[in-house]
């Protein structure tokens, strides 16, 4: 803010001034009924004094005039610095306001990531839980899988168990067929030696009785 300057409403009395107003007691003075001597003499004291006084006064004033100055530069100085000051704290209130706008939308926009974060987590978690199911009844399959290759492979064996007892009883009614075989033969043998024999000793008693 530019410095005002400062005009003095009161009057400052000149020298000049002064002076003429001496004269003009001086003048009076002569002017009045016979003076007295001694009063004569006093008048120059009392002007001196009253000069002095005046002086003073002038002095006192130039001295509330640079006061006065200094206070308005130094009113006009703080009054530009609290404007300075209220303009730093509305642009910085304002740039508050901006920041915190911003913030808010921040916030909504982590919320809003957060909620979909939220539903990605849902859907997974329902995913997991579909996938334990779904272990859970391959286990339970592949159990019952291994329960059937189980009872597959028994069947088999009790299968293979039953085909060797077969065989064995098929080989044993071989030897059984072989042996009956054999023991026709042998009883045809026999049975043909006896014939012969008995047809021999038939013919030995015909030829002795003959």
Known sequence: ?????????????????????????????????????????????????????LDERDQALAGLLLARSELLSQLARVSGEAEQHRTTAAAQLNEAGERAEQAEQELATTQRALAEAQAV????????????????????????????QDAADQAIAERNAALAVQHAWAGENERLK??????????????ATLLAERDAALLAERSAWG
């Open 1 to 53: 803010m530019a410095e005002v300057p400062v005009r003095c409403e009161r009057p400052v009395c000149s020298p000049q001034l002064t002076h003429a107003t001496a004269d003009q007691s001086e003048t009076k003075a002569v002017e009045g009924p016979a003076a007295n001597p001694d009063d004569t003499a006093a008048v120059p004291e009392e002007a001196d004094l009253l000069q002095d006084a």
């Open 178 to 191: 072989e042996a009956q075989r054999a023991a026709r033969v042998q009883f045809a043998i026999e049975r």
């Open 121 to 148: 987590l849902e859907e997974a978690k329902h995913a997991t839980d579909l996938l334990q199911a779904a272990r859970e009844e391959a286990a339970a399959a592949g159990s019952a899988v291994a329960q059937a």
